[in-house]
Antibody
């Protein structure tokens, strides 16, 4: 069965960096786009970033452009989110999610990890 | 960005009730809409995609309809495990956006 396991969350001061990881199993990881979606405490869902199966396409929501970088290692079935210059408003549970479409990106989030909490606070 | 609104934002219902949640888009999005269910402390779960296609493994009491700017999620007979928050999501415009959610609580 599909499993996505995030790690790397924690408490970090404003302006500092953090890298999240998401280890995937149970599907052909190298054939699917992967996303990060976040949810601030008590709030709704916000899509953050996408990386295509072949790493050619990387898309970001405007609020993280230039600060966050999504990457993947298909040999390790892992997707990453490097978060720099963190702000208080980045505080959220970060979920990785598998795109539904094989070899394409259709932005349906078919499977989700359990999430990892990032708290940006001094 | 395409904005999504949901109504109601909160719904109190009993087991066995028929429940309908509406999602409205700020512009036409064809059928590019999904519905997710999220229980407290858990990740969202995909219920319906392409406005009306039931995701594999999702009970048939869930159904979706609509196109353009107005969409509905219907639960034909609410079960105890269905109490949760439901979100719609559009993928017609970039970035993909979610509605604010509808919390379904026990009456």
């Amino acid at each position: 069965q599909v499993q996505l396991v995030e790690s790397g969350g924690g408490v970090v001061q404003p302006g500092r960096s953090l890298r999240l990881s998401c280890a995937a199993s149970g599907f052909a990881f190298s054939s699917y786009g992967m996303h990060w979606v976040r949810q601030a405490p008590g709030k709704g869902l916000e899509w953050v970033a996408l990386i295509s199966f072949d790493e050619i396409s990387k898309n970001y929501t405007d609020s993280v452009k230039g600060r966050f970088t999504i990457s993947r290692d298909n040999s390790k079935n892992t997707v990453y989110l490097q978060m720099n210059s963190l702000r208080a408003e980045d505080t959220a549970v970060y979920y990785c999610a598998k795109d539904m479409k094989w070899l394409l990106n259709n932005y349906y989030f078919e499977y989700w990890g359990q999430g990892t909490l990032v708290t940006v606070s001094s | 960005d395409i904005q999504l609104s949901q109504s109601p934002s909160f719904l109190s219902a009993s087991v066995g009730d028929r429940v309908t949640i509406t999602c409205r888009a700020s512009q036409g999005i064809s059928s590019s809409l999904a519905w997710y269910q999220q229980k407290p402390g858990k990740a969202p779960k995909l219920l319906i995609y392409a406005a009306s296609t039931l995701q594999s493994g999702v009970p048939s009491r869930f159904s979706g309809s609509g196109s353009g700017t107005e969409f509905t999620l219907t639960i034909s007979s609410l079960q105890p495990e269905d109490f949760a928050t439901f979100y719609c999501q559009q993928l017609d415009g970039f970035p993909p956006t979610f509605g604010p959610g509808t919390k379904v609580d026990i009456k």
